[in-house]
């Protein structure tokens, strides 16, 4: 059952959800567009969500349970993260006037850190770490989400494809810091079509991620790994304490000129200060921190237990999250679903399990009667065929409790 939607965004809609007849857990569904997936050409990227979320095993990786698909849309089930993401939480803050705590800043930047250290040790590169896609559990635990972008690296540095077809194909783009933001200068100031050209721009050039959190190296075209994660944290981090991006500006080109030049305001605590500008937002890539091994020297974690912190067993300094009625919290930290309470809107939509193999049997059915001639339908239609092996046997028994998410499941799945 589809309880409300949490997130709207431009190819698709995130529900809390609950399994119909269940044991009463929560989830949050992610539901795709398919016709916004094929007019975006972003087939490649769900996949790869959905691939990397199912293979990596980290307490601070968001789990993907299982995923399915209707003829309209894709569908990616996880574990539902009642507090939110950090940039709801510093929305919260900034409205009632505190601000995020630096020792809460510092709680969340060390179990970032881990996820991180995780994902360089798996060779995966996330691309789009930000606020938003740092998500909270009801203890204020966090868990990396969104790998719509992620990639895999090698062990030396990577070049984008997209970056090199660009530069042949225009020849005043050069990989060089100063070439990029002469390049976006140069651009008459009286073109009403600046803004198209820069979103273009982006494309073309192979950029990834969100442009306020991108690292240096993205923007000149140069060569790149894992370490624009860690660029990407240290944004993040100013970012909580400060309320808005280190490098925020009116326009693309202001953007991409304040990152080159990474100059970072003397207004933190020095501590925080000294990982910013000598550790993680450095220009020079090969001396940026980039592992668990270089943050760890920062006076910022000075007394930190690490080995407490990767079992979560560190306690956020803002405490237990205040939840919605609607949702309860057994002793475990599993979140149910309260049917008692009033407040939990039920939204009108359903998803079967799957249309791949409704279209298998339809299609066998039609072979059947027409066995004397040779059919035309044994290849899937193209629309189909992109989406062919989407679906995954869910990860939790269907009746159980949270605490059963890992027991053998049913075949069929309806959210309705």
Same mark, same amino acid.
């Given at each position: ?15 809390? =959800?609950?399994? @119909? ?21 972003? =087939?490649?990227? #769900? ?23 209707? @003829? ?21 803050? /900034?409205?009632?006037? $505190? ?26 590169? %996330? ?5 938003? +896609? ?6 204020? %635990? ?16 990577? *070049?984008? @494809? ?13 990989? $060089? ?9 140069? *651009?008459?100031?009286?073109?009403? *079509? ?6 273009? &721009? ?23 790994? %894992? ?30 000129? +304040? ?5 970072? !305001? ?29 943050? /760890? ?11 407490? =912190? ?23 930290? +599993? ?11 039920? #939204? @009108? ?17 039609? /072979? ?5 001639? !040779? ?12 989406? /062919? ?25 309806? &959210? =309705?």
């Amino acid at each position: 059952m589809f309880l409300s939607s949490l997130i709207r965004y431009f190819i698709g809609t995130v529900y809390l =959800a609950r399994i @119909s007849g269940g044991g009463g857990a929560l989830f949050a569904v992610k539901s795709i567009k398919k016709n916004l997936i094929i007019k975006t050409r972003s =087939a490649h990227n #769900v996949k790869r969500e959905r691939s990397l979320t199912r293979e990596l095993n980290s307490p601070f990786i968001l789990k993907l349970r299982t995923a399915f698909q209707t @003829s309209n849309a894709l569908y990616l089930a996880t574990d539902y993260y009642a507090g939110g993401s950090l940039a709801d939480l510093l929305k919260r803050k /900034q409205q009632d006037g $505190t601000g995020i705590c630096i020792l809460a800043i510092r709680f969340f930047t060390i179990e970032i850190v881990l996820a991180l250290e995780y994902l360089r040790q798996k060779g995966v590169i %996330h691309r789009d770490i930000k606020p938003s +896609n740092i998500l909270l559990s009801a203890h204020g %635990h966090i868990a990396l989400a969104d790998f719509g972008v992620a990639t895999y690296s090698g062990p030396s540095f990577k *070049r984008s @494809s997209e970056t090199s077809s660009f530069k042949k194909k225009n020849k005043n783009f050069a990989a $060089t810091p100063s070439s990029t933001v002469q390049m976006l200068k140069n *651009r008459s100031k009286k073109d009403t *079509r600046k803004k198209h050209q820069d979103e273009a &721009w982006l494309v073309a050039s192979g950029f990834h991620g969100t442009p306020a959190y991108t690292a240096p190296e993205l923007l000149s075209g140069e060569i790149y790994n %894992h370490s624009i994660d860690w660029w990407s944290l240290g944004c993040t981090l100013y970012e909580l304490r400060v309320g808005h991006s280190p490098f925020a500006a009116a326009n693309a080109r202001n953007l991409f000129r +304040n990152i080159l030049h990474a100059r970072i !305001p003397k207004i933190l605590p020095k501590p925080l200060h000294d990982l910013l500008t000598t550790g993680l937002l450095v220009l020079n890539p090969k001396q940026r921190f980039s592992s668990l091994s270089d943050v /760890q020297c920062s006076c910022f974690f000075y007394n930190v237990d690490w080995s407490l =912190a990767a079992n979560r067993e560190l306690e956020n300094p803002l405490g237990p999250l205040v939840l919605p009625s609607f949702i309860a919290l057994d002793a475990n930290g +599993n979140v149910y679903y309260n049917p008692k309470a009033q407040d939990g809107p039920t #939204v @009108s939509t359903s998803a079967s399990f799957d249309e791949e193999k409704k279209e298998k049997k339809s299609q066998a059915r039609k /072979q059947r009667r027409h066995r004397p001639f !040779p059919s035309k339908s044994k290849k899937l239609s193209p629309r189909v065929k992109l989406f /062919q092996g989407f679906a995954l046997d869910p990860e939790f028994n269907l009746d159980a409790k949270p605490e059963d998410y890992t027991a053998a499941c049913a075949h069929h799945l309806t &959210w =309705a």
